[in-house]
């Protein structure tokens, strides 16, 4: 006769160690990705929560398949004639897909990480430390909400308990006089509430204004400029806005794009654009001017700006530019220059800035390659504690 | 739960009873009560109590759990494995109806190991699950030698994975040593000398190259790896640890449309005959049907299996399809008996894809229900593996040299690129395979530092 047996022998959750090593796998795989997520996807103004799908490489268990050309059966309900579309095959996933032992497709081809899973992948890809960020927050506990009012809908935590049973109240008063009004005599016994009755307190945020910011990244987006150095353009500008975002409530960017003449465009198309020709610096910042003197006010605006270029100016722009930057100072916290990947030759740019510039809250820095990264910001990010 | 380890007991015995007397003929049975992580866990490494560690298991777990979560999958209602005594485990959260009527399926599949010719002669069900506990044993012990370490051990695996398939298909077949075999072909060769057609002009026969390497096409690329390649005992080990449980598993891949077939049409019969309080009888009839209903576009195996069972039964009688599960595997199981009136009953249909589309190419009328049933066979068990092998290799540089016995159907590109990289993980030296792609004959060459070229 069978044995029945309640138990199992092994140890309990078996899987626990193959499934880590797939998760760690599945990790290195994104961190392979990263330079395609950072120079692909919209990711540097966006919430924290936004979810990105990356394919995931080298997680797929090859083997010698069939091809999609490869004829099927499968059963139907009698209706089906020869020639009938009984499928597409946009998601892998039409009606006619599950052929008699077809087993290719199934593998996971892409996952979702959200923007602070970048983050996280970023700070471990370039063996960077996490930032303490207590360090920033008493900064931020002047943020305030004010109650002001009432609201039929808003969320359970700030449900206006007394206000609500006060409606309840005013309805069964209204019950009872619309039935003696019909003369009929009725006995209310229990009277719940109501969706209706429910009352949420208002709140209204006040803003300090000072405690706002504006990011403003200036980049080159001449010819010069190809993909490995808007890998590095973007990090750097990733991390510093995130850096940013920790001391401010309300943090703003702004993307001015330029080669020889300049232009505020979208986080898309600053990333992407790519035009020929020459290098005017002195444009983007003078967009950058124009900017703050339209929508940010320095008295009220934090206000952050970073040009990001590879140097390669036409040297009849250099006396343009200085000046322009010394405008930038006197309106922003922190102006900084950052040269990615330079030429063979030294850039004149840079050298003409530190011997030109001497303002406080100006620097400059270079990137050479991603493990700059970290120093780089370090080096700007000293300059603003010190102020701050 | 609503009933206890004696209600199942109980049942068990009287289902048991009932199998013996319908004249199934299997191992002792063992059952197991686990719950739905145990099982996920159970079904992630194909039934084993013990298996060796790799990433790819963890991903299988992943993977179930997910499809379980969004209702993309049923629950598993019991999982067997083909060991004697014969191991089953059963969930706990099923009804005390759903565990009977899984356990009169257990009988089933318990007496398909023990008779059907592949499992008999593929496979020994007295040492299964010992033999994977000694090759996770082993593996483990790999891992744990610091001079080789968990990473050496994952890349060789990584790699014998991908071809673990490319195995002789034939259950049971002997394989021939390189001195049987050159007796063969000079056998071969003489024997074509003489019995020449005298109407034809004479021709001089090449005489065989008893030289090549192999002297065959080998289908059992691991075997060929193990013996011609340059590896380290360990990892040869580990090898022939994967082809080892690769062979077991093939007569499973080979009879899954009979088995599960089989499986429902015993737990049907039994549960019939089980007298069973009317208040459960709703809920087998609903179970049932859950388990053999037709996919819409696909094909389910217990479905299919089930239908043809009933139909043989009806048509020859109870000897018949006892004979059928001893001896045939899905392919033969389809191309003897799927017939046009089945084909037009079960509302079979063949489609291909064209563009983007899915388009129904043949229906079961006159001549489509041909096709289908070809389509259907070839499809089925090993048919769905691309048959890949070894037909030379150069002495000189060591260039190996496969062939993909092209049948109609062409690899898929990207999968095949990266199946020959790992192939020369294991060779570490160029492969080449000739293959169709496009309907043109190409060969993919892949030298050392996988750099992959067509030619």
Redesign the interface.
């Known amino acids: ?10 140890e309990r ?3 626990v ?7 760690q ?1 599945t990790e290195e795989s994104i961190k392979r990705n990263l330079a395609d997520i950072l120079s692909e996807e919209s990711i540097i103004g966006e919430s924290k929560n936004k979810k990105i799908k990356i394919p995931i490489r080298g ?20 209706s ?11 998601n892998g996933q ?11 497709g ?1 593998d ?1 081809y892409e996952t979702e990480v959200t923007i602070e899973d970048i983050i996280h992948y970023l700070f471990e890809d370039l063996n960077l430390p996490f930032l303490e960020r207590k360090k920033f927050s008493e900064i931020l506990s002047e943020s305030s909400h004010k109650r002001s009012g009432y609201q039929k809908k808003g969320i359970t935590p700030r449900l206006a308990k007394k206000r609500t049973v006060v409606e309840k109240i005013k309805r069964k008063q209204a019950t009872i006089k619309s039935l003696r009004e019909a003369e009929l005599e009725e006995e209310i016994g229990r009277f719940p509430f109501k969706e209706d009755d429910l009352r949420y307190h208002r709140v209204k945020e006040t803003r300090k204004r000072e405690l706002n910011a504006v990011v403003i990244c200036i980049m080159d987006t001449s010819g010069s400029m190809d993909q490995a150095k808007k890998y590095l353009a973007r990090s750097f500008f990733f991390l510093l806005h995130q850096f940013i975002k920790m001391k401010y409530l309300n943090v703003e960017v702004v993307f001015i794009a330029h080669s020889t003449e300049a232009k505020v465009v979208t986080e898309k198309e600053f990333f992407h654009k790519v035009e020929s020709g020459g290098t005017y610096i002195s444009s983007g910042y003078k967009k950058a001017l124009e900017v703050i003197e339209q929508a940010y006010n320095p008295a009220f605006w934090n206000i952050y700006a970073f040009h990001v270029s590879d140097g390669d100016n036409w040297s009849e722009d250099d006396n343009k530019a200085i000046e322009y930057a010394k405008k930038l100072c006197e309106v922003c916290n922190l102006f900084g220059y950052a040269e990615i990947l330079p030429g063979v030759k030294p850039s004149n740019i840079k050298y003409k800035y530190i011997e030109k510039i001497k303002d406080h809250n100006f620097v400059t820095t270079t990137i050479d390659k991603k493990e700059d990264l970290w120093p780089a910001l370090k080096n700007i990010l000293k300059k603003d504690s010190k102020e701050g | 739960m609503d009933y206890t380890l004696a209600d199942l007991q109980k049942w068990g015995d009287k289902i048991e009873e009932t199998a013996k007397g319908l004249g199934l003929d299997f191992f002792p049975q063992e059952f197991e009560i686990v719950n739905y992580e145990d099982m996920l866990a159970y079904e992630a490494y194909v039934g084993m109590p013990s298996r060796y560690p790799h990433w790819s298991f963890g991903k299988a777990y992943e993977r179930l759990k997910t499809l379980y979560k969004y209702n993309l999958s049923g629950l598993p209602y019991e999982m067997v494995i083909n060991s004697d005594p014969c191991i089953a485990y059963l969930l706990k959260e099923n009804t005390l109806l759903l565990q009977i009527l899984t356990i009169a399926h257990v009988y089933a599949h318990n007496d398909f190991f023990k008779n059907n010719r592949l499992f008999k002669e593929g496979t020994d069900a007295k040492y299964t699950v010992e033999s994977f506990k000694n090759h996770a044993a082993m593996i483990r012990s790999y891992i744990n030698d610091p001079s080789i370490g968990y990473e050496s051990v994952e890349k060789i695996l990584n790699a014998a994975h991908s071809i673990k398939l490319q195995i002789t298909r034939t259950v049971g077949e002997k394989i021939l040593t390189d001195e049987e075999l050159r007796q063969k072909l000079i056998a071969d060769y003489k024997k074509k000398h003489v019995n020449y057609s005298i109407l034809e002009p004479y021709k001089p026969l090449e005489p065989p190259d008893l030289s090549k390497v192999p002297l065959e096409p080998q289908e059992d690329l691991l075997l060929f790896i193990m013996e011609y390649g340059e590896l380290a005992e360990w990892e040869k080990n580990l090898l022939e640890i994967v082809r080892e449980e690769t062979r077991y598993f093939i007569p499973q891949i080979e009879t899954k449309i009979m088995n599960e077939g089989w499986a429902s049409y015993w737990h049907y019969k039994i549960l019939q005959k089980l007298e069973l309080p009317s208040s459960f009888y709703l809920e087998f009839i609903k179970r049932h049907n859950e388990v053999v209903r037709p996919v819409l576009g696909g094909i389910n195996p217990y479905f299919l299996g089930f239908e043809i069972f009933k139909d043989l039964a009806e048509k020859y009688g109870q000897e018949k399809i006892f004979e059928v599960r001893s001896l045939e595997r899905d392919q033969s199981f389809i191309r003897k008996f799927l017939t046009q009136e089945l084909c037009v009953n079960l509302h079979l249909f063949e489609y291909v894809k064209k563009g983007n589309d899915y388009v129904v190419e043949e229906v079961a009328d006159e001549e489509g229900w041909k096709e289908i049933r070809n389509t259907l066979s070839n499809s089925a068990g090993m048919g769905m593996v691309p048959l890949i092998r070894v037909s030379d290799m150069s002495r000189k540089d060591k260039t190996l040299t496969l062939e993909h016995v092209f049948d109609g159907r062409e690899l898929q590109k990207n999968y095949m690129e990266e199946t020959v990289k790992y192939i020369v993980d294991l060779w570490g030296h160029p492969v080449l395979l000739r293959t169709t792609l496009n309907g043109k004959n190409t060969t993919l060459v892949c030298d050392e530092n996988k750099k992959i070229k067509y030619i």
């Open positions: 006769m069978a044995i029945f047996r309640d138990f199992s022998p092994i959750d078996r899987a160690e193959d499934r880590r090593r797939h998760r796998l997680l797929k268990e090859y083997r010698f398949i069939y091809g999609k050309n490869v004829p099927g059966v499968g059963s139907g309900d009698g089906e004639k020869k020639g009938d579309v009984i499928g597409h095959d946009d039409g009606k006619g897909n599950n052929g008699a032992g077809n087993e290719p199934e996971i």
